[in-house]
């Protein structure tokens, strides 16, 4: 018995290796190797906090190879495409793509195999607010000052893109508008054609509370904003002058009424005791019926500094 296995063993090797190329052989038939091209999206890693992208390809083309039924149901998110971005220079930049497979699926080639990534530097600017106005009111009616809290943004970015600004604005639409407009608004900001900016910019804040007072026309008339003070400046100081933003204001009313307004008064300022300047923001005392051009408080700066108070003239 022993004989016979021994006098076999050899063509029972033969056999097994025949049984191998075999079975490889359909296996090569039924599932052979393929190759595609697959486009990826490129991606970005280790960028420093103090730089920003301005330029950059979208994606690459791979090429790869594998068994045709894996191959066939590959597609871009199967695959990873990106460039290390750690120690980039401001400026342009060469780069190698570095691209990640699936299991069983092989590496063929990557076009381009370098790319170029432009690096800027990310900057701030402050911008005003403008108004981009649309519509008109009402007939009958008209707009006052419009009133923007914040009255200016933050805009972060690459620096050749901030130098592109033109300007930074909200839309308001007074179309039919019969009354005060109250509205928080997306701030938009744009280049000198028009263009915008808002996609490679961040604003700070992003929306702005924006009130626009909405009257009925009447007469107006303009007249002089008078400080109000009360008290006395230290002993040794004295009010050098006195600085009122803005000094005319035009308010609006029946006629009989602003006939006899010569100038409107602020709430009091206290400058008791003062020895150095004193500055302070004040509403207006308003007559009943009386409506300003501006809803904003009154900025007065009273300068004070050393010297001595004017003697009265004791023959008089």
Do not use: C
């Not at 906090?49 to 594998?66: A, F, H, M, Q, T």
């Not at 106005?133 to 943004?153: A, D, H, K, M, W």
């Not at 029946?254 to 003062?274: E, F, H, V, W």
Request: net charge negative; no cysteine; charged share 25%.
């Amino acid at each position: 018995m022993e004989k016979f296995w021994q006098r076999n063993l050899f063509l029972k090797i033969i056999s097994l290796v025949v049984a191998i190329f075999m079975w490889l052989y359909v296996t090569g038939e039924t599932n052979p190797t393929a190759e595609t091209v697959i486009n990826v999206p490129l991606e970005t890693r280790a960028l420093a906090n103090d730089l920003v992208i301005e330029e950059k390809p979208v994606s690459v083309n791979v090429r790869v190879e594998g068994k045709k039924q894996v191959i066939q149901t590959l597609n871009s998110r199967d695959l990873r495409a990106v460039v290390d971005l750690r120690g980039v220079h401001f400026g342009r930049n060469m780069l190698e793509v570095e691209v990640d497979t699936p299991q069983n699926v092989d590496l063929v080639a990557i076009d381009p195999r370098e790319v170029a990534v432009a690096i800027d530097e990310i900057s701030d600017s402050q911008f005003p607010i403008i108004i981009n106005f649309t519509g008109r009111p009402t007939t009958g009616y008209s707009t006052l000052e419009p009133v923007i809290n914040p009255s200016q943004v933050i805009v972060a970015g690459p620096r050749n893109g901030l130098n592109r600004i033109y300007r930074a604005y909200v839309d308001v639409n007074l179309e039919g508008v019969s009354q005060n407009v109250l509205e928080h608004l997306p701030v938009k900001v744009e280049d000198e054609l028009g263009n915008s900016i808002n996609d490679i910019v961040r604003v700070v804040p992003q929306t702005v509370e924006v009130f626009i007072p909405i009257v009925k026309e009447q007469p107006g008339k303009q007249v002089a904003v008078n400080p109000v003070l009360e008290g006395e400046p230290a002993d040794g100081f004295i009010i050098k002058r006195v600085i009122v933003e803005p000094e005319l204001l035009k308010v609006y009313g029946d006629m009989d009424k602003l006939r006899n307004i010569q100038y409107l008064d602020t709430a009091p300022i206290d400058i008791s005791g003062a020895e150095e300047s004193v500055q302070q923001q004040v509403q207006l005392r308003l007559p009943t019926g009386v409506t300003p051009s501006v809803f904003t408080p009154i900025r007065v700066m009273v300068e004070i500094g050393a010297g001595e108070k004017p003697q009265e003239d004791k023959n008089q």
